[in-house]
């Protein structure tokens, strides 16, 4: 079956059709939370479409788009990776997929989120699928889900199954087993999709709760509860006072469903990777039986829209997460027999089928393509690592033997090895692997990892202040002012709510409006002080020294009481450190014209992977896939300068984000974004004229909600400090503004001032003179080892103290002299080897030791690397090598240490 021949709505007309379906209730359709989620301290990722949402959930006000939207829908980008083995070998498991979802933050409840579900799955307007082939379950106790599907609806009981809260709870067993928090009974949809996918009936799904054939497509959670320890110890539901709706719909099993397909990997959004994999390995695929094929097309989807949101190859706890899934796949493309980098030539399937919904796929495409095709090549040197690691494992291995499970293990641990690939290539020395054992070595790891994870485990409204509850978001003034006059709203300290803190106490202090900058987007946090004088007898001060927010908008001041007592609901006027705030204002502007800059020198490919914006320096993470010259760097600091010398002015504009990225705005990868959006604009453009051979006008136009400087002039001067690789594919600058610039400079042209003094020649001269003087010590160490080479042949002239033995069916020649050391001793060891025609040679000058064994004494047992420790032990040193040659240092007693070589031997 071709693409075209898939039947039904596309799976972007589905997206779509639900959108709008759920604009026409009166939903603002929001936009999807980028896959990384690094404000909320128990995710890693996004796993579901409410996530984003959870402040709202327990009380937060839902001001977004600039405005109070009470219902949301979404379409959310999604990861999860617990089952990661299962994907490809079941036609239910994902890492990534798309989940629609619509969201009442005590709005409506079961009855409207009930028959809607049922308008849009059912009515032709929408997707139009047949009623008498849906079913649900609910909870046990739910006889207001049941009254709504049966009487509003009109389903028959017949087809609605009751279970407990293993089954329809969200979380699962909320009330027995916790956590606390917002939970509450769900009611799951299926679509029945015919005897040609099993001879079940919805009656035996009761008893089994598996079925193929029986598809499960829509969740609808009603979150009225919140569970509490009760006094007795066991869990106790009490009314939220909210009534919240969370959904989610699978986009990829109702497309599924709607286009009439046998599973996922047959659907429009799917096949096209399918027939691009068929043409890379020019094998067909089999249906099913094609796990390589699935595991590609649907690895390589997370992978690309993971790495377009702002996510890099790494070790870091994400970045591992890519690596891991994009190297399965290319474990599977091995198999297929692609031994070179294949994959990223699937990037732009990817971008043609997601990338109408997700337009910064498009932009980053050309970034995510050249990191995996970096990665790829890694990953195939370290395959063949682990192919080179395998044969000496199998080395010694018969015919009939079984290699362990904890070596095959290791294999895929360490080396990224296939079980199957490890089969493969013992199976044709004839040797067994061991597959209970690393079954058993694989999920003691997985357990250990598990334990290991702050992220596992954890449920998604965990971690939410009890203390913060009910305040409202923070006003922000400090665009236009550092010092504003402003209202306690909270005391918090230790985790709880005071109603003073005096003198000497660490505390978070909430105000109704501030100044201080909130730590975010790169840039730190504000510090400065807090004044307040009620009376004569009450006045004090609090020194901040960090200011932060929650995902709510709550603004939390951290600082110390110098002296006073501050009271809940006291006046206080709020002061930013000025200085400090200017040179971060300073760093943060310089940050902006550094990434034009750059895209402007290296390319478009570059985008902001990371960044750190303080009042003493700024750090600027990119992605790149090669080294920056040094040219290129003084490119991108004179662009930076001509802005600075230019004196443009910065300003900052609230629009539309649709509007905003019209305009060429760029938005950072990885960076949450409302319906409104702040621009900072620099007025005016910079030519490369002189600069790079192609003359462009460079303009910088940001979504950023950080300070600035009033015009490029404040910058003062900008010095790039260094450039390094930190990771695969990202690169880091660190670089000063302003006086920092200034000092760096100086301090660096009074060291070049020294270093050129103290070798007598001017700063100008300076490169010329210690190439001159690296040249004479070159040849300064030519001559050095011709004499000491000199001095070896006269103490080994005519065979002189060269003493020869055989033993064991060896011959030996040792060699004691003196003041040879280093290559020297080696080179001395070389010659000793061909003249003598040794098995084993040993020579020894000084403190060092050198073991050289043949080939065919290493072929009957003798190393180098072991007779070398013997060695060295009995001479008072230490040492070590390969089979064919090793060294040893500090031996006190060279002759001891020869004299043991027969032992040694034996």
């Not at 047949?130 to 599907?149: L, M, P």
């Not at 009490?238 to 599924?256: Q, S």
């Amino acid at each position: 079956m071709t693409t075209s021949q898939v039947g039904g709505l596309t799976t972007s007309q589905i997206r779509e059709k639900y959108l709008a379906f759920f604009e026409s209730k009166g939903h603002l359709r929001y936009a999807s939370h980028p896959i990384p989620v690094y404000d909320d301290p128990t995710l890693m990722f996004s796993v579901a479409g409410m996530s984003q949402f959870k402040p709202f959930f327990i009380g937060a006000e839902p001001r977004l788009a600039g405005g109070v939207w009470q219902r949301v829908t979404t379409a959310q980008k999604c990861i999860r990776i617990g089952d990661i083995e299962n994907v490809g070998r079941t036609n239910r498991h994902c890492s990534f997929f798309e989940m629609m979802g619509n969201f009442s933050f005590d709005s409506y409840f079961k009855q409207e989120a009930i028959t809607w579900a049922w308008e849009f799955i059912t009515s032709p307007d929408w997707l139009g699928l047949d009623g008498s082939k849906i079913y649900v379950t609910i909870y046990k106790d739910d006889d207001e889900a049941f009254t709504y599907w049966t009487k509003d609806v009109g389903l028959e009981p017949s087809r609605i199954h009751r279970f407990d809260a293993d089954e329809n709870f969200w979380p699962q067993n909320a009330p027995s087993k916790g956590p606390n928090g917002p939970c509450g009974p769900c009611s799951e949809i299926y679509y029945d999709r015919g005897e040609a996918f099993g001879t079940d009936t919805w009656a035996d799904y009761f008893e089994t709760r598996e079925s193929t054939r029986f598809l499960e497509i829509w969740n609808l959670v009603f979150p009225g509860y919140n569970r509490t320890d009760g006094a007795d110890g066991t869990g106790a539901l009490e009314d939220l006072g909210r009534k919240n709706i969370d959904t989610g719909l699978g986009l990829v099993r109702v497309a599924a469903v709607v286009q009439g397909v046998e599973d996922f990997y047959q659907t429009d959004d799917f096949k096209p990777l399918i027939e691009a994999v068929e043409k890379l390995c020019a094998q067909p695929y089999e249906g099913a039986k094609s796990v390589s094929h699935r595991v590609i097309a649907e690895h390589i989807r997370m992978v690309t829209v993971t790495l377009a949101d702002g996510l890099t190859f790494g070790t870091g706890e994400r970045e591992y997460v890519v690596r891991k899934v994009m190297r399965r796949a290319s474990r599977h493309a091995y198999l297929l027999g692609l031994k070179e980098p294949a994959l990223y030539n699937l990037v732009p399937v990817v971008v043609q089928t997601l990338g109408t919904a997700y337009p910064d796929l498009i932009a980053a495409a050309d970034s995510v393509a050249k990191q995996i095709k970096l990665e790829e090549a890694r990953f195939l040197e370290t395959l063949g690592n682990g192919i080179q690691r395998l044969e000496k494992l199998l080395e010694p291995k018969n015919s009939g033997d079984v290699l362990s499970g904890d070596d095959a293990f290791t294999l895929y641990d360490t080396f990224g090895f296939p079980l199957d690939l490890t089969k493969e290539i013992a199976e044709e020395r004839g040797v067994g692997v061991d597959e209970a054992g690393y079954k058993a070595a694989l999920k003691k790891a997985q357990a250990l990892a598990r334990a290991g994870s702050k992220f596992v485990g954890r449920e998604l409204f965990e971690g939410q202040s009890n203390a913060l509850e009910g305040i409202a978001a923070t006003q922000f003034v400090g665009y236009s002012s550092t010092q504003t006059t402003a209202k306690v709203l909270a005391l918090v300290s230790s985790g709880e709510r005071m109603d003073s803190i005096g003198e000497g106490a660490n505390a978070q202090i909430i105000l109704e409006s501030t100044p201080f900058y909130a730590e975010g987007g790169g840039q730190i946090g504000d510090t400065g002080m807090l004044h307040w004088s009620i009376s004569a007898h009450q006045s004090g001060e609090i020194a901040i020294s960090n200011t932060f927010k929650t995902a709510s908008g709550v603004f939390i001041h951290e600082g110390t009481v110098l002296r006073g007592t501050l009271k809940l609901g006291d006046t206080l006027d709020a002061t930013v450190e000025n200085s400090a705030r200017r040179a971060t204002e300073r760093h943060h502007t310089a940050t902006h014209l550094l990434q034009a800059a750059l895209r402007a020198v290296l390319g478009s490919s570059v985008n902001q992977a990371g960044s750190y914006v303080a009042p003493d320096r700024l750090r600027f993470d990119f992605t790149h896939s090669e080294s920056v010259t040094s040219e290129e760097l003084s490119q991108v600091e004179m662009l930076v300068n001509r802005w600075v010398q230019a004196d443009f002015s910065v300003t900052a504009e609230n629009m539309n984000l649709e509007d905003a990225r019209k305009t060429g705005a760029m938005a950072l990868f990885g960076e949450k974004y409302g319906e409104v959006v702040r621009v900072v604009s620099v007025g005016g453009n910079v030519s490369s004229l002189g600069i790079l051979e192609s003359v462009k006008q460079i303009s910088s136009k940001e979504l950023c909600g950080g300070t600035h400087v009033p015009s490029t002039g404040a910058i003062g001067f900008f010095v790039i400090v260094s450039e390094e690789s930190i990771k695969a594919g990202v690169r880091r600058i660190e670089a000063l503004c302003g006086e920092a610039a200034v000092q760096f400079t100086r301090h660096a042209l009074e060291q070049l001032k020294n270093a050129a003094r103290a070798l007598t020649t001017t700063p100008e001269n300076l490169t010329e003179r210690l190439e001159k003087l690296f040249d004479e010590q070159k040849a300064a160490t030519r001559e050095i080892n011709h004499l000491k080479a000199a001095v070896v042949r006269a103490q080994t002239a005519g065979g002189a103290n060269v003493d020869t033995l055989e033993f064991g069916g060896f011959k030996a020649a040792r060699l004691q002299l003196e003041g040879v050391e280093g290559v020297a001793l080696k080179t001395a060891a070389d010659d000793l080897m061909d003249k003598s025609k040794a098995d084993i040679v040993v020579v020894g000058s000084g403190g060092g030791l050198v073991v050289k064994v043949s080939k065919e004494a290493n072929a009957k047992g003798i190393k180098a690397g072991d007779l070398i420790r013997k060695l060295a032990q009995a001479g008072g040193g230490n040492g070590g090598g390969s089979p064919a040659m090793a060294q040893a240092g500090g031996i006190k007693d060279v002759s001891a240490a020869l004299a043991a070589l027969e032992q040694a031997v034996g």
